[in-house]
């Protein structure tokens, strides 16, 4: 990410950034690891047990069942799932610090435990008003604080916002539709379309969504 700030002229502003200001660090209390989430501990919100994400890190067949697991989250209304060893962190939004001439869908930077974080809008990215405006899609209610999810790892990483606390999925062959749905700019990044008790999920490539973001930056 920090090349393609530097590719859209925004790396100096996010470097003097991070010299003259006091970074409001977010407590340990309010984000959990993926891999807590996962062993079944509770966010700092008072969410549920039942709301942990997932038995598993791995996204891989269950190997008797049959079955795929995935934790999915909501962009705005869209239903999005990645595999549990794709994202690293969730979080309360923390303190976000725009930068200037920065594309509408860039909403600034972060600091989470002394990395910055650049945080993206993909409801505003993916244009969701007027893909839903011409392809409204079951379950299209919004409900749920938001929540910042960190995608990948390291220097590659990135967060999204999303609406409320992630869910464990578990996919079968016949969860299976149509990718169509999808909205036209998140089709590249679509590897499979799933119906799930009328709620329609993108199974998403977040490698080539990131990159994606990435080469756009670089053209403003």
Do not use: C
Not at 55 to 60: D, I, N, Q, T, W
Not at 89 to 101: A, S
Not at 203 to 212: I, Q, T, V, Y
């Amino acid at each position: 990410m920090a090349d393609a700030l530097a590719g859209a002229g925004l790396l100096p502003p996010v470097q003097a950034l991070m010299q003259g200001f006091v970074w409001d660090v977010p407590s340990p209390a309010q984000s959990l690891p993926v891999e807590a989430l996962d062993a079944g501990l509770e966010p700092s919100t008072g969410a549920s047990p039942a709301m942990a994400l997932g038995e598993s890190p791995l996204v891989a067949p269950l190997a008797e069942a049959g079955l795929w697991q995935r934790q999915g989250f909501k962009v705005g209304t869209l239903g999005l799932m990645i595999g549990y060893a794709d994202s690293s962190e969730l979080t309360e939004v923390p303190p976000l610090h725009p930068l200037p001439n920065a594309p509408a869908w860039l909403l600034g930077m972060a600091n989470l435990h002394g990395n910055t974080i650049v945080v993206f809008d993909l409801a505003n990215y993916l244009r969701l008003d007027l893909a839903h405006a011409s392809n409204p899609l079951p379950n299209t209610s919004i409900s749920g604080q938001q929540m910042l999810l960190i995608l990948s790892h390291g220097p590659d990483a990135a967060g999204v916002i999303i609406q409320g606390l992630p869910e464990r999925l578990r996919l079968s062959p016949e969860h299976q539709t149509a990718s169509e749905l999808a909205p036209e700019i998140l089709l590249p990044h679509v590897r499979g379309t799933f119906l799930i008790d009328e709620q329609i999920w993108f199974d998403l490539n977040h490698h080539s969504l990131l990159e994606a973001l990435e080469q756009e930056l670089q053209k403003h």
